[in-house]
């Protein structure tokens, strides 16, 4: 049993590529997120997936975009990566009966 | 929307010290109230976390309390150690049910000094 999972552990970008963070979940949870964690600022939401199918903005959500693949999957895509992007990125799934939310190893993520 | 404050941003303590970080939040909907810890460069990892219908729940060495009337909780960490030494996030949440919009506040850095 993994828990949740991102790829790519590092990844260095230059402004305006594009890029996509996977995560995926083997807990069989409905609900999935996204966050950012920058310094000082805790984390941040930036979508989430209440269930299979539906997917809702965040705090901060401008800049990127998200696809619930199926149950497992959930992905963060930067279509024009800018240095504001620069962060590390979190995963998170979560069960409907138990709120407690459950992280990934994270993505960092320098923009050059 | 939902805003949470988390005070101090920093703490220094002796090893068997006690610790106490508080939070406050804006929206009185708000009825789950998690807490993370993160160690460096790990994820966060719950600990801790206390519904709105419980005045405080306590967990070996740490306990955490809420009063709804002042929209306040507080983390207390008992006879810390040296492992205590970590950041730990405050969050909030007034999701319907299924799924939560955390909100989480900017974070301590706890130093447990042996």
């Known amino acids: 049993n993994a828990g949740v999972t991102q790829t790519p552990k590092f990844q260095v970008l230059k402004t305006g590529q594009s890029m996509t963070l996977q995560c995926a979940q083997d807990?069989?949870?409905?609900?999935m997120y996204w966050y950012r964690q920058d310094p000082g600022m805790g984390l941040r939401l930036i979508y989430y997936?209440?269930?299979?199918?539906?997917?809702d903005k965040g705090e901060v959500p401008n800049g990127y975009n998200v696809s619930r693949l199926n149950k497992r999957e959930f992905s963060l895509r930067l279509e024009s990566a800018a240095p504001s992007q620069t962060s590390v990125y979190f995963c998170?799934?979560?069960?409907?009966?138990?709120?407690?939310?459950?992280f990934g190893p994270g993505t960092r993520l320098l923009v050059l | 929307g939902e805003n949470v404050e988390q005070h101090p941003s920093t703490l220094s303590v002796q090893e068997g010290d006690s610790a106490v970080i508080k939070c406050t939040y804006s929206?009185?909907?708000?009825?789950?109230f998690p807490w993370y810890k993160q160690e460096l460069g790990k994820r966060p990892q719950l600990i801790i976390d206390?519904?709105?219908?419980?005045g405080e729940k306590k967990d070996q060495r740490i306990a955490v309390t809420l009063n709804k009337t002042a929209k306040h909780f507080s983390l207390h960490i008992t006879e810390t150690q040296p492992e205590d030494s970590a950041v730990y996030f405050c969050?909030?949440?007034?999701?319907?049910?299924?799924?939560?919009?955390?909100?989480f506040g900017a974070g301590t850095r706890l130093a447990v000094h042996p």
């Open positions: 998170a799934s979560s069960d409907p009966r138990v709120e407690t939310q459950y």
């Open positions: 807990m069989n949870h409905n609900s």
């Open positions: 997936s209440a269930s299979e199918g539906t997917t």
């Open positions: 929206d009185s909907a708000s009825n789950y």
């Open positions: 206390i519904r709105s219908n419980v």
């Open positions: 969050a909030a949440s007034n999701g319907p049910g299924g799924y939560n919009k955390l909100i």
